[in-house]
């Protein structure tokens, strides 16, 4: 009979420490913090808010706070927080440029862009991966 309350406590203290580490380990169970577009470029939850979100570049930690977002291969385009011009990265080379929003609805290449709330963003971004 002592054996098997050693060997049951043994048991209950094992499954007590695997669900701590897989509480503790599984980022999806609170949610990412951050989700990839692509390129390292990432759609951040601003601390304590979430309805806002900031576009992070690649190896740092803050980034512009943005309302609108849109993305298509090696193209991401993003209005920050009360700006009427958007912010256009080239994924591909690094490069980062500012248009007027007359310029992306006119030029061919970014108008074509579908743009969206960053709420509705966060939602269609893959919490592992990147889009490309």
Not at 72 to 80: F, N, S, T, V
Request: glycine share 8%; net charge positive.
């Amino acid at each position: 009979m002592n054996f098997r309350r050693r060997s049951a406590f043994v048991v209950v203290q094992l499954a007590i420490i695997v669900m701590f580490t897989f509480v503790c380990s599984c980022e999806r169970l609170a949610g990412p913090e951050s989700r990839e577009i692509a390129g390292g470029y990432r759609l951040k939850r601003v601390s304590g808010s979430n309805n806002e979100f900031a576009l992070i570049i690649p190896h740092e930690s803050g980034g512009l706070i943005v309302d609108e977002i849109g993305w298509r291969k090696p193209i991401i385009i993003a209005r920050g927080s009360g700006s009427r011009s958007w912010e256009v990265i080239n994924t591909a080379h690094a490069e980062h440029t500012r248009v007027s929003d007359e310029k992306r609805k006119s030029d061919q290449e970014y108008g074509s862009i579908e743009v969206k709330q960053t709420q509705e963003a966060w939602k269609a971004l893959n919490p592992d991966t990147g889009i490309w």
